[in-house]
């Protein structure tokens, strides 16, 4: 019987799904581990089930020193927070959870995209404040999405899906970056580089992976290169988009808008962003809804139970 530790509180079909068959510590505060407890989860454990924010990096793997720890089942598609180069080199695998965020996640961009375009927050905030008093012809006039230009950067499983419910959904144009040729089942056509979807697009979505290589692929370039009144969506990872440029980008009236549910050092939102009516702030809500979580949950227990038992990694990394 392995040990394995669960880094945050789960569903408990996923506790379950593990303790049936392992001995399962389930640590219980939502915050992520911190410099000791990393350490002791390389240190004190066959196999541990992390998420967003608990950083092992090479440091942390380095300080280890006799690494117990076998496989990093991280709960979540994205991984930034792992050095995976690092996990390798001492003998520590890891695995994901691919394909079950990905309606999920989408569902949020179309949420961001239409609350940014037709100014749902700043009107919900404007009720509930007291200050509505009646309709009128010209009241918190905003975009209409229907057959605008969708750009999408980075076509991957949920650049696709978000594609597609805008495509199909609002009739939208649909351009696209991607680092390498990508054939789609829906009508869209594909760029050279990030400022041409930029300059041409109604409504911009980042969807890239987190990591080294997109670390501020996202800054002043590409939104001074944006058309004026356009919005900008980000549902990747926080750090993609320099936020001060953006910020700045806003403050001048460079595009309309923006929706964001990731920011580049949460959970701390800057004061600027959150000053904002044409802003739309969501707190990393995602994969928020309960049957993904379970499904995100599920995968990773699945990808532990199969290492220990096999040795086989289900979604190596």
Known sequence: MAEILITRPLPDAVVARLSDRHDVTLRETSDPLDADELITALTSFDAVLPTLGDAFSAE???AAGDIRCKLLA??????????????????????????????ATADIALTLILMTARRAGEGERFVRAGKWVGWNPMQMLGMHVT???????????IGQ?????????????????????????????QYESIGD?????DILVVAVPGGPETHHLIGREVFAQMPDG???????????????????ALEAGDIRGAGLDVYENEPHVPEALRAMENVTLLPHL????????????????DNILSFLDTGELLNPV
């Open 230 to 248: 356009a919005i900008f969506v980000n549902i990747s990872r926080g750090d993609v988009v320099d936020e001060p440029a953006l910020i700045a």
């Open 60 to 62: 942390v793997f380095e």
């Open 74 to 103: 991280n709960f979540g598609v994205g991984y930034n927070h792992i050095d995976a180069a690092a996990a390798k080199e001492h003998g520590v695998a890891v695995t994901n959870t691919p394909g079950t965020v990905t309606d």
């Open 286 to 301: 995602g994969t928020a809804a309960l049957e993904v979580r379970e499904a995100m949950g599920l995968m990773a227990a």
């Open 161 to 189: 899906a978000i594609a597609k419910r805008c495509h199909y959904g609002f009739d939208m144009n649909v351009i696209f970056y991607n680092r390498s040729p990508k054939r789609c089942d829906f009508p869209a056509r």
């Open 197 to 201: 979807v930029a300059a041409l697009a």
């Open 147 to 157: 057959g605008k230009t969708l750009g999408i950067i980075g076509m991957g499983r």
